[in-house]
Nanobody
Framework: QVQLVESGGGLVQAGGSLRLSCAAS????????MGWFRQAPGKERGLVAA????????DYADSVKGRFTISRDNAKTTVYLQMNSLKPEDTAVYYC???????????????????WGQGTQVTVSS
């Protein structure tokens, strides 16, 4: 069992930055691939970024490549999402998720993730 708690969301102007954190509790954090997903009103939940169990490989949605960076600290059992050059279309609830996997490639399909946080709101004003 893994419990996930996100933090760091808020209101920011376009062009600004935010850093989201996801603190995990439970066993064997380093055996879990981690992902950040987001859901805007009226839209499906989709991948923002995912990172494999060791941090050696990551994947990004095309819309955030070059602006967002996912990272993890297995000693602190925390995964981060650094968001730069934010745009109004980045406004959404951001969720942290975990799936048990020591596969090199992280998975981008939200249905493959077993554990989810409660979400944190990110609002980007124009």
């Amino acid at each position: 069992q893994v419990q996930l708690v996100e933090s760091g969301g808020g209101l920011v102007q376009a062009g600004g930055s935010l850093r989201l954190s996801c603190a995990a509790s439970g066993r064997s954090f380093s055996s879990y691939a981690m992902g950040w997903f987001r859901q805007a009103p009226g839209k499906e939940r989709g991948l923002v970024a995912a990172i494999n169990w060791s941090g050696s490989n990551s994947d990004y949605a095309d819309s955030v490549k070059g602006r967002f960076t996912i990272s993890r600290d297995n000693a602190k059992t925390t995964v981060y999402l650094q968001m730069n050059s934010l745009k109004p279309e980045d406004t959404a609830v951001y969720y942290c998720a975990a799936r048990y996997s020591r596969y090199y490639y992280p998975n981008s399909d939200p249905s493959s993730y077993n554990y989810w946080g409660q979400g944190t709101q990110v609002t980007v004003s124009s």
